[in-house]
C-alpha cells in the first residue's frame, strides 16, 4: 500500500540524520523500544484498539515517525521512528505522537476513512491533552526550524 501521508505534517519533515543529534549510545535501543511499546499497549488499550503494531527504530526515517502496513503480515503495522529524532522526545512527547499514529491505524482499519491529519488527531485527542498534542507539534517544529500551523493539523 502506498503511504497516504507524504504531504502531512510528521511525514513533511526532513531526516535529522547525520547532524550529530543522535545522542543516545547504542546500548539504550533496547530501553526506547520498552518505553515505546508500554506507551503503545497504554494507549491502544484506552482506545480498544486491538491492532498488532510492531516499533522500529530506524536511521534516517525522513518522516520522522510514521505508521504502515507490513508486507509480511497482514494485519500488523509497523510504527517506525527515527532514531535522531527520538533522542529529542520526552515521554509526554512520546506519547503525543504515538498516540497520532495510532489514529493512523485506525483510518487504516476503518475503511473508507481516508488518510488525514485532522482525522489522525480525532483519535489521538481521545487519551492525550490537546496541550500536549500542540508541544509535540512545536517541538518538531522548533527542530525543523519552521513555523507551524498547528491549528491546521490538530483542529480546532
Ligand atoms: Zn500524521
Known sequence: ???LESILFFS?????GGDG???????????????????VDNLQRRLGDTTKVLISVDRGNDRLVS????????????????RGFLALLDERDLRAVVAHE????WIYTHHPYLQTETLANQTALKVVS???????YRKVGMHKGEKVDIQAFVGR
Open 1 to 3: 500500500m502506498p503511504v
Open 21 to 39: 543529534r543522535e545522542a543516545k549510545p547504542e546500548e539504550h535501543l533496547s530501553d526506547q523500544i520498552r518505553t515505546i511499546t508500554t506507551i
Open 130 to 136: 490537546r496541550e500536549d498534542l500542540e508541544r509535540a
Open 102 to 105: 495510532l489514529g493512523h491505524v
Open 12 to 16: 513533511a519533515l526532513l531526516c535529522l
Open 67 to 82: 505508521v504502515q502496513p507490513s508486507e509480511a503480515d497482514k494485519g500488523t503495522y509497523i510504527l517506525s521512528l527515527d
